[in-house]
């Protein structure tokens, strides 16, 4: 009998026992600073979990005559919202023989590739998150990205153009990429001041490595307070070359480097400026192994699956400063 394809044998296998440490060493980053910031929301109920957002009038003179009768101002109905639920996977499968072989480190273990592939899973949520993917419905779902619902607090360059979320459709809209540009403190600003007049509160700001350089880089500008450490009594100075907060005209937010948006060219070109209050994770189901699997062959196998979708109660919570260079200063 043929053996199923990817099935992981004793002959693949490079930690089996020899001559080697105990100890494998874990070098794939793990953080998913937005995932783990924005918190867990309301359990869905549906692959397309709803809910109402309403915003107040703008003020305005508000003056009236002495013994006037009274008018009526018009009510608007609130403004019903959803996204859909995405399916997130990650499987392995194992044979019998790697299993009960003496493995050096534990690093091809069962348990610890169930372990892994929950971290890899836990990774493509926050994926999700970061992407420009507008949502999805049908058999093959997608929760719609952050940067698909902002429309109100975002600056882009020269051609791009929000997406945002249709009624009509009940759907997000990918937005259009603009010209890129290089990374300032001028955009940062603009998306707080917009954010400001909006009524947000955005507080943290996630961005790749290469832009969190280039952010602290804004601590040269003339504009900018410059960093001062008093020296320690053994005479050791620590010289600061990083931004961990920035107090602007109009706020202040604390920036946060996310390793997941700097995977491809695509996630490294949006900074994200949040009030997580404001945002969540809903689970319609959270994530599990099966363990109804049938068995088949000499070998173990394991599938992780869960299913989720991100509920923003107002897009106004999500800032962007869109189309920067994030990875390079041409890239």
């Known amino acids: 009998m043929p053996v199923v394809a990817n099935t992981f044998r004793s002959t693949e296998a490079r930690g089996n026992r020899e001559d080697l440490s105990d100890i494998v060493d874990l070098t794939t980053p793990q953080d998913t600073p937005v995932y783990s910031m924005i918190g867990a929301g309301k359990a869905a109920k549906a692959t397309f979990p709803e809910w ?22 018009a009510l608007d109905p609130v403004e019903r919202m959803g996204n859909h639920t995405q399916t997130f996977r990650k499987s392995g499968r194992m044979s019998n023989t790697q299993i009960a072989v003496d493995n050096a480190g534990r690093a091809e273990k069962l348990t610890r590739k169930k372990v892994l592939k929950g ?42 153009a929000n997406g945002g979320y249709n009624p009509a459709t009940n759907l997000t809209e990918a937005p259009t990429n603009g010209a890129q540009r ?11 001041r917009l954010g400001f007049d909006s009524g947000a509160t955005l507080k943290h ?3 790749t490595s290469y832009v969190k350089e280039v952010f602290a880089g804004f601590m040269t500008a ?7 450490t008093k020296a320690t009594a053994s005479g050791k100075t620590t010289l600061m070359g990083d931004v961990e907060a920035y107090r602007g005209p109009n706020g202040m937010i604390y920036v946060h480097p996310n390793t997941v948006m700097s995977v491809n060219a695509t996630t490294a070109r949006n900074v994200l400026m949040l009030d997580t209050s404001k945002l969540a994770w ?37 800032g962007v400063v869109a189309d920067v260079y994030g990875l390079s200063a041409a890239d």
Do not use: C
């Not at 993917?133 to 049908?138: D, F, H, K, M």
């Not at 290089?182 to 707080?192: I, M, W």
């Open 282 to 318: 809903r689970w319609l189901r959270k994530v599990k192994e099966d363990k109804d699997l049938a068995k088949t062959g000499s070998a173990r196998q394991f599938v992780l699956e869960g299913e989720g979708a991100l509920e923003v109660k107002n897009e106004k919570a999500i």
């Open 52 to 73: 109402e957002t309403e915003d107040i009038e703008a003020p305005g003179d508000n003056a009236h005559e002495e013994g006037s009768e009274y008018d009526f101002d």
């Open 205 to 207: 700001t996630f961005m």
């Open 119 to 160: 971290i890899e899973l836990k990774r493509d949520i926050e994926y999700s998150l970061v992407a420009a993917n507008a949502s999805q419905g049908g058999a093959v779902r997608r929760s719609g990205s952050l940067s698909t619902w902002a429309e109100t607090n975002v600056s882009r360059g020269a051609g791009g």
């Open 182 to 192: 290089a990374f300032s403190k001028q955009q940062v600003d603009e998306v707080l």
């Open 222 to 228: 003339a504009d900018v307070a410059q960093l001062r």
